[in-house]
Each structure stands twice: as structure tokens, then as C-alpha cells.
């Protein structure tokens, strides 16, 4: 076990899973973020554990020559990136050789990861962006968490680079009116104070949704706040309350106001048109989230005739593009709001051959095939802890001709894939797609077949 504090000259072998570096001393793997394969540095080690450390550079010997200056002014304190210390395409490589390592090790595949797909102008690509406020030198500021912590690191003047211009307009307008009108930020701590978070959504046409999360619907001078998004956002389309009273780490609540403008806003993927409400799920990258479901929509190779399964379907984004395609599409999903947006997405698009079911995946599924279900196709999206086993064993029990599996996971899609294989499935190909551009994450999708179609 490394002592806490000490220093030692290190060199940097590989990427570890969240783009970190590691190193070894003594047989010890010490991550260390900020580190590139093959740089040397004098490394603190900050955090011993048994068999492992965290370290901290503190000064670099050899500079890599993937190595980049960050573009953002406070991306070393604010964590919510991990990639801007390196080039672009570095960060794509290490996306690409993590998917690798993981489907070999873990999944035992033997099957070749090509390139990532990743952005042209991998910048102001979110739509959505949701800010803490705080009180700083006495005027409210908004920002992000440091790494572990509630330390608010306070937005710099240009904005956060991977969200739009707009986004760090709306704030700063909620930040004056908070200085104007003598609104007080809420305290974790005591609980007290009206402002928790400021949520901005846009669409691609420009339009941009203004979410105040609140701990009371009553708010001091609230048309000099609409007055002053108005004059800094020239696409605003709405002014929203979010009631939150709770102690809680969740941002928004359930009680919803419109102030001023429209409940809801459009946006369109794939050629189809889908409401964006402050509690609405819609991807946050748009344009990477059409390549991403575009491959889905290849891997499943559709002919018109298919009865298709989409497990984890959320608002339905897949399975409205997959009904263009198919016969019958059926999405499961545990969460009741998301289905009604599904079913709602689904008129609004004219889009009959679909029929959502509200409930886990892991229950409904496993029922479903028990009552004789045998689709042609399942398509399963789930959330970064994977597959529930009982998912896993009733794709395997209805024996579909293909399992499309879109990941954002990529140790629980290895994990899924090894009891995918052994239940008969081969993985035929898999792509990963650049979603969150300068973070650790990546999504993949991946092709499964039990045969030839």
C-alpha cells in the first residue's frame, strides 16, 4: 500500500476507464488524472487504497505529443469533462480501444471495434444544461459541481463550451434578476433560499426553454425575470417554475409552471417532430443521436414484415423510427411520463403501428414471451447498469432473429454480451458513436444474430 502523500516519478502506460492515466510503481496501478500514455511525471499519491492509489501530478517531465491546451478556463475544477487535455482525436482513439479491451476481456468477444464516429465541431452541442446556484462575493452565480463535492465551481463568462451560447445567456439573466430582485439561492445546508437550479432545453431551431427550479411556485417580481430572458435570449419560447421543496440530490420536481410563453417546444430526430417539456427525456446531442439510432435502424435490417420489441424505449424516439420500417413495434418502459410522451410522439407523427406498455422491462418482457410473444427483433436501450438478467434470458427464451443492443455502458454491454453469446447469439458488428464529446462516456451499438435473416 502507497503511503498517502508521497511522490514518486511515474510513467503513464494506458487510459483507464474515465480517461484517466495509469501508472505503476511497484506492481501498484496508480490512476492519475490529466495523465497521457507515455508521459513521465512526478505524481502525489492522493488516495491509497489496498491494491490501487489515486495520484495528482505534480509536475510533468515528458509532455505527450497528443497533448492539447483545454479550451475551457475551469476545466480542471469543474470535472464535468475529461477529455480537453488531449487532442480530439485522442480522446476518439481511447473511446474506441476502451470498447475493445472491455468486449475482449469481459465479453470474450472476438470481434474488431472500428473508429468511433465522432463531431465535426465537437462544441455547443448539448441542448440541455442544468446549473446549481449559489451566492459568491454576494451576488448569485450559477455553475457546476467539483468533482465528489457540492462545491460550486461558477460558469466563466463565455459559458460551458459543450453547451449553446444561449444557454449561458438565459443564466446570466437569471443571475442579475436574482441581484436585482433580492432573491436568495437555496442553502443545502439549511434548507432555506428560493432558487436551486437553472435548466436551459433548446431545440435546433432555435428556440430555448427557461426552467427555474424553485422551492415555493411564489416568486418575487417575476415580469422584470421574463423581461430580462426576453431582452438576453432571442429565441426564448417559454419561462418555467419547477416546484422542488425536497432535501433531495434530484433537480426537478413534478409541480411544473409556465410563466410566460409555451408548455411545450418541438424538436425533430430523424425526420419525425417530438414535444420537449422541462420533464420530457430527450437525447442532449441531436445530431449524434441520429447517426446513433440510424445504426440501430441498419443493424436491424427491417423489411416491413418484423414484429419488433424495443425494451428501455423511453419516450419512444426508437420506436417511432423503427415503426417507419416494421410491421408492429412495442416499447416497454417503467416510467409512466416517459410513455405518455411516447404515445403522444406517436400521434403527433401519425404513427399507428406502435402500442407502448408501462412497467420494468425485467417484468414485462419475461411475461410477454410467457404468454407467446416471439418477435423478430429486439432493439434494447437500457440504462448504464445494463440488462436486468430476466431480460437477458427471455430475449434468449423468444429467440428473435436479431438483438439490437445500444449501449451507453460499454462494462455492462461486455457483461450482457458474454450471456447474450452464451445463449446461442453471436455479435455480428458494433460501432460506437462520439454522444458526449470530451467526456469518458461513449455509446455503442451492437448487432447480435441467431442466424441469418
Same mark, same amino acid.
Given at each position: 500500500?502507497?503511503? *498517502?502523500?508521497?511522490?514518486?516519478?511515474? $510513467?503513464?502506460?494506458?487510459?483507464? %476507464?474515465?480517461?484517466?492515466?495509469?501508472?505503476?510503481?511497484?506492481?501498484?496501478?496508480?490512476?492519475?488524472?490529466?495523465?497521457?500514455?507515455?508521459?513521465?511525471?512526478?505524481?502525489?499519491?492522493?488516495?491509497?487504497?489496498?491494491?490501487?492509489?489515486?495520484?495528482?501530478?505534480?509536475?510533468?517531465?515528458?509532455?505527450?505529443?497528443?497533448?492539447?491546451?483545454?479550451?475551457?478556463?475551469?476545466?480542471?475544477?469543474?470535472?464535468?469533462?475529461?477529455?480537453?487535455?488531449?487532442?480530439?482525436?485522442?480522446?476518439?482513439?481511447?473511446?474506441?480501444?476502451?470498447?475493445?479491451?472491455?468486449?475482449?476481456?469481459?465479453?470474450?468477444?472476438?470481434?474488431?471495434?472500428?473508429?468511433?464516429? @465522432? &463531431?465535426?465541431?465537437?462544441?455547443?452541442?448539448?441542448?440541455?444544461?442544468?446549473?446549481?446556484?449559489?451566492?459568491?462575493?454576494?451576488?448569485?452565480?450559477?455553475?457546476?459541481?467539483?468533482?465528489?463535492?457540492?462545491?460550486?465551481?461558477?460558469?466563466?463568462?463565455? @459559458?460551458?463550451?459543450?453547451?449553446?451560447?444561449?444557454?449561458?445567456?438565459?443564466?446570466?439573466? +437569471?443571475?442579475?434578476? &436574482?441581484?436585482?430582485?433580492?432573491?436568495?439561492?437555496?442553502?443545502?445546508?439549511?434548507?432555506?433560499?428560493?432558487?436551486?437550479?437553472?435548466?436551459?432545453?433548446?431545440?435546433?431551431?432555435?428556440?430555448?426553454?427557461? /426552467?427555474?427550479? +424553485?422551492?415555493?411556485?411564489?416568486?418575487?417580481?417575476?415580469?422584470?425575470?421574463?423581461?430580462?430572458?426576453?431582452?438576453?435570449?432571442?429565441?426564448? #419560447?417559454? /419561462? !418555467?417554475?419547477?416546484?422542488?421543496?425536497?432535501?433531495?440530490?434530484?433537480?426537478?420536481?413534478?409541480?411544473?409552471?409556465?410563466?410566460?410563453? *409555451?408548455?411545450?417546444?418541438?424538436?425533430?430526430?430523424?425526420?419525425?417532430?417530438?414535444?420537449?417539456?422541462?420533464?420530457?427525456?430527450?437525447? +442532449?446531442?441531436?445530431?449524434?443521436?441520429?447517426?446513433?439510432?440510424?445504426?440501430?435502424?441498419?443493424?436491424?435490417?427491417?423489411?416491413? @414484415?418484423?414484429?419488433?420489441?424495443?425494451?428501455?424505449?423511453?419516450?419512444?424516439?426508437?420506436?417511432?423510427?423503427?415503426?417507419? *420500417?416494421?410491421?408492429?413495434?412495442?416499447?416497454?418502459?417503467?416510467?409512466?411520463?416517459?410513455?405518455?410522451?411516447? %404515445?403522444?410522439?406517436?400521434?403527433?407523427?401519425?404513427?399507428?403501428?406502435?402500442?407502448?406498455? /408501462?412497467?420494468?422491462?425485467?417484468?414485462?418482457?419475461?411475461?410477454?414471451?410467457? =404468454?407467446?410473444?416471439?418477435? =423478430?427483433?429486439?432493439?434494447?436501450?437500457?440504462?448504464?447498469?445494463?440488462?436486468?438478467?430476466?431480460?437477458?434470458? #427471455?430475449?434468449?427464451?423468444?429467440?428473435?432473429?436479431?438483438?439490437?443492443?445500444?449501449?451507453?455502458?460499454?462494462?455492462?454491454?461486455?457483461?450482457?454480451?458474454?450471456?447474450?453469446?452464451?445463449? @446461442?447469439?453471436?455479435?455480428?458488428? +458494433?460501432?460506437?458513436?462520439?454522444?458526449? !464529446?470530451?467526456?469518458?462516456?461513449?455509446? $455503442?451499438?451492437?448487432?447480435?444474430?441467431?442466424?441469418? *435473416?
Amino acid at each position: 500500500m502507497l503511503a *498517502k502523500n508521497a511522490v514518486f516519478e511515474m $510513467t503513464c502506460d494506458a487510459f483507464g %476507464q474515465d480517461a484517466q492515466g495509469v501508472c505503476r510503481h511497484e506492481g501498484i496501478a496508480v490512476f492519475v488524472p490529466g495523465m497521457l500514455p507515455g508521459e513521465r511525471a512526478l505524481v502525489r499519491i492522493v488516495k491509497p487504497e489496498k491494491r490501487y492509489a489515486f495520484g495528482r501530478v505534480e509536475r510533468l517531465i515528458t509532455e505527450s505529443p497528443e497533448r492539447a491546451q483545454p479550451p475551457c478556463p475551469i476545466y480542471k475544477r469543474c470535472g464535468g469533462c475529461s477529455c480537453q487535455h488531449m487532442q480530439y482525436e485522442t480522446s476518439l482513439r481511447f473511446k474506441q480501444e476502451q470498447v475493445q479491451a472491455l468486449l475482449e476481456r469481459v465479453g470474450g468477444l472476438d470481434i474488431a471495434v472500428p473508429p468511433v464516429m @465522432g &463531431m465535426e465541431h465537437p462544441f455547443a452541442y448539448r441542448n440541455k444544461g442544468a446549473y446549481p446556484v449559489a451566492v459568491r462575493d454576494g451576488h448569485a452565480v450559477c455553475g457546476f459541481f467539483a468533482p465528489r463535492s457540492h462545491d460550486l465551481v461558477p460558469l466563466p463568462a463565455q @459559458g460551458c463550451m459543450i453547451q449553446r451560447e444561449d444557454s449561458a445567456a438565459a443564466v446570466r439573466a +437569471v443571475c442579475a434578476w &436574482m441581484d436585482a430582485a433580492g432573491v436568495a439561492a437555496y442553502d443545502e445546508v439549511t434548507g432555506k433560499g428560493l432558487v436551486r437550479h437553472v435548466m436551459t432545453r433548446s431545440t435546433r431551431g432555435g428556440e430555448l426553454m427557461c /426552467v427555474l427550479v +424553485v422551492t415555493r411556485a411564489q416568486i418575487p417580481q417575476k415580469d422584470a425575470l421574463i423581461a430580462a430572458l426576453r431582452g438576453a435570449v432571442p429565441g426564448l #419560447a417559454s /419561462v !418555467c417554475l419547477s416546484v422542488n421543496s425536497r432535501r433531495t440530490n434530484v433537480i426537478l420536481g413534478t409541480e411544473i409552471h409556465t410563466l410566460w410563453g *409555451k408548455d411545450v417546444m418541438e424538436d425533430t430526430l430523424g425526420g419525425l417532430s417530438f414535444s420537449v417539456s422541462p420533464l420530457s427525456f430527450f437525447q +442532449v446531442n441531436p445530431e449524434q443521436t441520429e447517426k446513433l439510432y440510424q445504426l440501430a435502424l441498419d443493424f436491424a435490417q427491417l423489411t416491413g @414484415g418484423e414484429t419488433v420489441v424495443d425494451a428501455y424505449c423511453g419516450a419512444g424516439t426508437i420506436s417511432l423510427l423503427l415503426a417507419q *420500417k416494421a410491421k408492429k413495434v412495442i416499447g416497454i418502459e417503467i416510467v409512466p411520463e416517459a410513455i405518455r410522451d411516447a %404515445q403522444q410522439n406517436a400521434a403527433r407523427n401519425s404513427v399507428a403501428n406502435t402500442e407502448f406498455i /408501462v412497467g420494468a422491462s425485467e417484468e414485462v418482457l419475461p411475461r410477454l414471451v410467457a =404468454d407467446g410473444l416471439r418477435p =423478430d427483433v429486439i432493439v434494447i436501450d437500457p440504462p448504464r447498469k445494463g440488462c436486468e438478467a430476466p431480460v437477458l434470458e #427471455a430475449i434468449i427464451a423468444a429467440q428473435p432473429e436479431c438483438v439490437v443492443y445500444v449501449s451507453c455502458g460499454a462494462p455492462t454491454l461486455a457483461r450482457d454480451a458474454k450471456l447474450l453469446t452464451e445463449g @446461442g447469439y453471436k455479435a455480428e458488428k +458494433v460501432q460506437c458513436v462520439d454522444m458526449f !464529446c470530451w467526456t469518458g462516456a461513449v455509446e $455503442t451499438v451492437a448487432l447480435f444474430s441467431r442466424g441469418s *435473416k
